[in-house]
């Protein structure tokens, strides 16, 4: 997996290998609001994870995920760290993590 210097590298980059919708995160799923779909945590895996820490203040840093739904619906879920730790299901918590699925 590449490393990226900044959080808009990774999305540049990510975009171009098909991860082009945008995904909100939500206490029992995650949504893509301009298709309309809710995504449940056993409909989709987190292919990749980087993580951005602030340059001047800690309190800037955030995560990306790279995300592909079993409908093949493929996107990012931008989260700043621990804001949404106590607000989301356990089974999300777990879900966003790197999945070691075999690709197809």
């Known amino acids: 997996m590449k490393t990226f210097e900044t959080l808009s590298q990774a999305i540049t980059a990510l975009k171009t290998r098909g991860y082009t919708n945008d995904f909100n995160l939500h206490p029992e799923w995650i949504e893509c609001q301009p298709l309309k779909k809710k995504i449940r945590p056993e409909e989709?895996?987190?292919?990749?994870?980087?993580?951005?820490?602030?340059?001047?203040?800690?309190?800037?840093s955030s995560v990306l995920y790279a995300i592909?739904?079993?409908?093949?619906?493929?996107?990012?879920?931008?989260?700043?760290?621990?804001?949404?730790?106590e607000s989301i299901s356990q089974e999300m918590i777990k879900k966003l993590q790197i999945d070691k699925r075999t690709e197809h």
């Not at 989709?44 to 994870?49: A, L, M, Y």
């Not at 592909?68 to 730790?85: C, E, F, I, N, Q």
């Open 44 to 60: 989709f895996h987190v292919d990749e994870v980087h993580r951005f820490e602030g340059m001047t203040n800690p309190d800037d």
């Open 68 to 85: 592909a739904s079993t409908g093949g619906l493929k996107g990012l879920l931008v989260d700043a760290y621990g804001v949404y730790a």
